[in-house]
């Protein structure tokens, strides 16, 4: 499987940013979709993720209410849209793949590249 990440980009505080990722390959139904963010000096964390056997989305406390995960048009595609964006989302954000995708759990089968987010105050 390859993940393939797109949409980073410089914005100011309190703007928007979609990233987009693309999943090709062998692909299952039992793995979710997903985006972790790696800040400069800290660990990987979870931001969000979402499952389509069952249907369910999940998100990080620290973005819940500002960013949306979704299921794009494009067959095994993701979309995430960050709203309200803060300095403090200023990352390198990872897509990946897997069967335990969630701020407690951390499957991960797949990583895809990083795209950086860089939010200015």
């Known amino acids: 499987v390859q993940l393939q990440a797109s949409g980073g980009g410089l914005v100011q505080a309190g703007g928007s940013l979609r990233l987009s990722c693309a999943a090709s390959?062998?692909?299952?139904?039992?793995?979710?979709m997903g985006w972790f963010r790696q800040a400069p000096g800290k660990e990987r964390q979870f931001v969000a993720a979402i499952y389509w056997v069952p249907s369910n989305t999940y998100y990080s406390d620290s973005v819940k209410g500002r960013f949306t995960i979704s299921r794009a048009n494009a067959k095994n595609t993701i979309d995430l849209q960050m709203n309200s964006l803060k300095p403090e989302d200023t990352a390198v954000y990872y897509c990946?793949?897997?069967?335990?995708?969630?701020?407690?759990?951390?499957?991960?089968?797949?990583w895809g590249q990083g795209t950086l987010v860089t939010v200015s105050s």
């Open positions: 990946a793949s897997g069967t335990g995708l969630s701020q407690t759990t951390r499957r991960v089968d797949y």
């Open positions: 390959g062998r692909t299952f139904s039992s793995r979710g």
